[in-house]
């Protein structure tokens, strides 16, 4: 049996390029953390790890190879339903995480250039009950829509493919300007913070009941981009069987560094539809009907439906805080 306490590097023959994937996969053992300083700290005084601003991960994996290459760690296959509030079914789930090849490794990941998205219900309860967990959705309260660049999103997938897990995209998973869209969790009674840095260099974390992420969005009513740091566990995909080997990304958000708002969002949930309309008189009796507002319909050419995203702009990123856990 391998020890994830000290990883055991091996190359896979479907790397991507020329670069061998590495990974680590041992069903028999839970992930565990290692901290030897430079990725990932540790305060003995409160037993928390801490992610240090070298553990973020670029959106390019391109970029991975300027510096140490961050590999994927995947765990032990457990029930958890146990734990779950509500739970009326087995909820199997798979432990991952991200190691560097000096030995250290952390189960929080640091994607950069991530975003949270601003949605108007933001802390109303939904009327539908959660069937895993027994639980009313709210938005920020109990999931948060996070948008993940698509190229560290494949990166991941890809390293789990290697190992011979199969992730595949939720129902609710999507791909939209350059980033996959999936629901993070957000653990009960917790309330993400939200890390700023401040001109002069000094960073805050604002995490108490009035000043946080959420109340943060509720008050600029826009989406924000920075890093954004989960924990994530891969998740039996409806349907599952061992033949097939599926799993979804199942991601816990815990915080966020917010560097800048953005117009980049989700995709409608109702794709727009669109249609010319033909060349044929609106009866004078309908536009009768109309009264008044006849005068604001009469003479205008437009196509009938139709929406758009508009494009973000990031401010440049300041040097990073580090993200404990």
Known sequence: MNDLSNPVFGDISNAVGDAPLHIVKDPNVKMEMVALGKY?????????????????????????????????????????????????????????????ADGEKTSMFCFDDAIVEYRKNIDRASGKLNSAT????????????????IKRYNWLVEYADAAGVSVVRGPKDQENSGYIWINANITRDYIPPMVITLPNGGVKILGDQKQNLKAALMTAKQSFIGVVAMEINLKRGPGFTVSSRNYLLSPSLKMMQVIDITDICSPPLNKAVEFMPKDVVTSTRLLESLRGRSANIVGQETIIGGTGNLAGQQAPIPEQPDYAH
């Open 40 to 100: 990932v700290r540790k305060n003995e005084g409160s037993g928390m790890y801490i992610s240090t601003s070298k553990a973020i991960l670029p959106a390019d994996d391109a970029d991975d190879e300027k510096r140490d290459t961050p590999y994927v760690l995947i765990g032990n296959e457990e029930d958890i339903s146990s734990r779950l509030t509500g739970a009326t079914r087995a909820t199997y789930t798979m432990s991952i995480g991200v190691g560097w």
């Open 134 to 149: 027994g639980t009313q959705p709210r938005y920020m309260v109990t999931y948060a829509s996070v948008g993940i660049p």
